[in-house]
């Protein structure tokens, strides 16, 4: 089985930096995905770690440590755009998500 | 740009109709997924397949039904409509035995059963 574990809700302030956590525990594991879905929407890929340490991609960053079975996104220079839920999904033979982060960005 | 299409993007339907979500993708994957998701909460798999005539339930029991008859092409079929159908139903599909597992959505198919 699997279980991941994400906070319900976050709010940050626009410009600011804000990470989301996710903790996971799996039987079997290939990689660890974020998504953002705004609301109504389909989520769409941000990120994907398959070895231990941080990978960026612009505003974005995501971490993995496999064997403490975490990761967080990192989002920085926050845009009111940015406002949406963050999930975070493992990898075994198919993708298994987390309930999501409400990602609320004030001005 | 992810080649994955559903239709109808909104269906309202009466109780006790038959309904089929549509789902194609061009992109040759092997792999697709149904996902049901209410709003605001999290989401559910409900049937995949990892190629032509390959249909597996997923974690959420569904009383739909699947069928792959060819590669690109994964319609979902909903006996009879009931309210507790009412969600939105999103397909993706993904590169079977690739690096990446990325799994690419469609628009999704928001239901609503009176």
């Known amino acids: 089985g699997q279980n991941i574990d994400q906070p319900t809700e976050m709010t940050a302030t626009e410009g600011a930096i804000v990470q989301i956590n996710c903790t996971y525990q799996?039987?079997?594991?290939?990689?660890l995905f974020w998504y953002q879905q705004h609301a109504g929407e389909a989520p769409t890929f941000l990120s994907y770690n398959v070895l231990d340490g941080l990978e960026e991609k612009g505003r974005f960053s995501s971490f993995l440590s496999r064997s403490k079975g975490y990761s967080y996104l990192l989002l920085k220079e926050l845009q009111m755009k940015d406002s949406a839920s963050y999930l975070c999904a493992v990898s075994r033979s198919d993708l298994f998500f987390g309930t999501g982060t409400r990602l609320t960005v004030i001005p | 740009e992810a080649d994955i299409y559903q239709t109808p993007r909104y269906l309202v339907i009466g109780t006790g109709k038959k309904i089929t979500l549509e789902c194609s993708q061009t992109?040759?994957?092997?792999?697709m997924y149904w996902y049901q998701q209410d709003p605001g909460m999290e989401l559910h798999l409900i049937h995949y397949?990892?190629?032509?005539?390959?249909?597996e339930k997923g974690d959420l029991s569904s009383e739909s039904t699947v069928s792959r008859i060819r590669t690109e092409h994964f319609p979902l079929t909903l006996e009879s409509a009931r309210p507790s159908h009412t969600s939105q139903y999103l397909c993706?599909?993904?590169?079977?035995?690739?690096?990446?597992?990325?799994?690419?959505f469609g628009p999704g198919t928001r239901l609503t059963v009176t």
């Open positions: 992109m040759g994957h092997d792999k």
């Open positions: 993706a599909s993904s590169v079977f035995g690739g690096n990446s597992y990325e799994q690419y």
């Open positions: 799996t039987s079997g594991f290939n990689g």
């Open positions: 397949s990892y190629g032509v005539n390959s249909t």
